[in-house]
């Protein structure tokens, strides 16, 4: 029923800036929470920001706190993951996700993800 389609991922030296877009089909986009999340090699997938249905709200993991901005363009049926200070640490698969509520601890739909490689 809903397509998450990643983009904007690649390879960027340390310090860097990086921007992932996330854009979903259908008309509904507005009315879903969107979620990035992050899995390492290695690691179990965590979370990495959130943001409400109209973009008031929004929540960042501690270990991206101040270097990452998540927002949203309802309009264009596309969020952002705006990725600052990139670290080494930062490497990953990050895949956009959609849930009705923020108070969802689960997501009802996934994208397939797209690799950010961040080089020391």
């Known amino acids: 029923q809903v397509q998450l389609v990643e983009s904007g991922g690649g390879l960027v030296q340390a310090g860097g800036s990086l921007r992932l877009s996330c854009a979903a089909s259908?008309?509904?986009?507005?009315?879903?929470?969107m979620g990035w999340l992050r899995q390492a090699p290695g690691k179990e997938r965590e979370f990495v920001a959130t943001?409400?249905?109209?973009?008031?709200?929004?929540y960042y993991a501690d270990s991206v706190k101040g270097r990452f901005t998540i927002s949203r363009d309802n309009a264009k049926n596309t969020v952002y993951l705006q990725m600052n200070s990139l670290k080494p640490a930062d490497t990953a698969v990050y895949t956009c996700?959609?849930?009705?509520?923020?108070?969802?601890?689960?997501?009802?739909?996934w994208g397939q993800g797209t690799q950010v490689t961040v080089s020391s």
């Open positions: 996700a959609a849930r009705r509520s923020l108070s969802q601890r689960t997501y009802d739909y």
């Open positions: 259908g008309r509904t986009f507005s009315g879903y929470a």
């Open positions: 943001i409400s249905q109209s973009g008031a709200s929004t």
